[in-house]
């Protein structure tokens, strides 16, 4: 059950867009974005040093991913037959111009949205051409421009602001949009301040030297957990008000472009207020399954094995599994103008 306060939304910029009232059938789903929707490419450049793939590289279908097992947008190709072509790198950004991070295992930056996944798609689609009339694009980035080691610690370039992340990932759309996309379902920026690695104490946090993917935090804002908190949270709800006004007078620019604007983060605040309805009990919307010892992480165990689909966090920063399931079946409704956690711009 949908809370009463979703309501599907649409704005007719125009006349023709108003008479075209859904997405076209979708055939084809090219996703941009970081772990929370990378299905393995990252390893592709640990794996060759640092090397991109080649031309044409399609990454195999994998259930290793940051959920602990299949990533939300092959859930969507599972459950409704489109091909998915996934872009998308563990790590990544929308611009190393913005907020770049170093990344050891390649001795390079993660490679990001504009700079990197961005041109692949472009190189890929010279080469086996996509129809841009049956395919949805999709951009869902956000967590790691926002979160430690840029924007939340002050580690991005010099004068660098919220509204360039925002313009970054509206301009990412343009460059697509000049590609020949015209279907897209623009992501918004996860709860993050309710994630185990910024939450605030007493919902099951990662303090102390227990840091995996946030090393610097013991020191940060004096380990200060609800200032952290805090400041994840203003971040997360001004990037993503942001792109609320932004959107519409952008999505009239593009003649002939269908967008809608999903809201990723309502989704899965209902999953955490409403664990009844989405989950399998006994709950768990405060910890996460997947626990390692740092620094290393070279081993790790999962707390319940038992109960997988209880859970809302796979691990201290990623969703699991579940609550990808539940993205999928959004973002699939959204395809078809059915979601009520989607805003469409025609």
């Not at 490419?41 to 299949?70: C, D, E, K, M, Q």
């Not at 990533?71 to 990544?92: C, E, F, K, M, Q």
């Not at 952008?250 to 309805?277: G, Q, R, T």
Request: charged content about 15%; proline content about 8%; glycine content about 6%.
């Amino acid at each position: 059950m949908l809370r009463l306060a979703h309501v599907l939304v649409t704005f007719c910029l125009t006349a023709a867009t108003c008479a075209s009232t859904s997405f076209p059938h979708i055939t084809d789903l090219v996703t941009f974005g970081d772990s929370y929707t990378d299905e393995g490419r990252l390893g592709y450049f640990i794996n060759h040093n640092g090397s991109a793939p080649p031309v044409g590289y399609v990454p195999p279908i994998s259930n290793a991913t940051s959920t602990g097992g299949y990533i939300w947008p092959r859930i969507v190709a599972n459950n409704t037959g489109v091909t998915l072509h996934d872009y998308a790198v563990s790590g990544a950004v929308c611009s190393n111009e913005l907020t770049p991070r170093y990344f050891a295992g390649i001795n390079a930056p993660f490679p990001a949205v504009q700079e990197y996944e961005i041109p692949a798609f472009i190189a890929d689609n010279k080469a086996k051409p996509v129809n841009p009339a049956t395919t949805m694009f999709s951009i869902w980035i956000g967590t790691n421009d926002l979160g430690n080691g840029a924007i939340l610690t002050d580690e991005h370039l010099p004068g660098v602001t919220l509204v360039n992340v925002t313009d970054c990932v509206v301009d990412a759309v343009q460059k697509l949009y000049n590609a020949g996309a015209r279907n897209f379902i623009f992501q918004n920026v996860a709860p993050l301040q309710y994630v185990p690695q910024y939450a605030l104490p007493g919902r099951d946090e990662v303090s102390g030297s227990n840091q995996h993917y946030f090393p610097t935090k013991p020191t940060f804002l004096g380990g200060n957990l609800t200032a952290i908190s805090d400041r994840m949270q203003e971040l997360v709800l001004t990037t993503n008000q942001i792109w609320k006004y932004q959107l519409p007078s952008f999505a009239a620019s593009l003649k002939d472009a269908k967008i809608a604007y999903f809201d990723s983060y309502n989704v899965i605040l209902d999953i955490i207020k409403n664990p009844h309805e989405f989950l399998t009990a006994p709950y768990n919307t405060t910890g996460y399954e997947s626990h390692c010892t740092p620094p290393n992480c070279t081993t790790s165990y999962i707390w319940d094995p038992t109960h997988p689909n209880g859970y809302v966090w796979y691990d201290e920063l990623h969703p699991s599994q579940r609550t990808d399931t539940i993205i999928a079946e959004e973002f699939a409704k959204a395809m078809k103008k059915q979601s009520n956690y989607a805003t469409y711009y025609f």
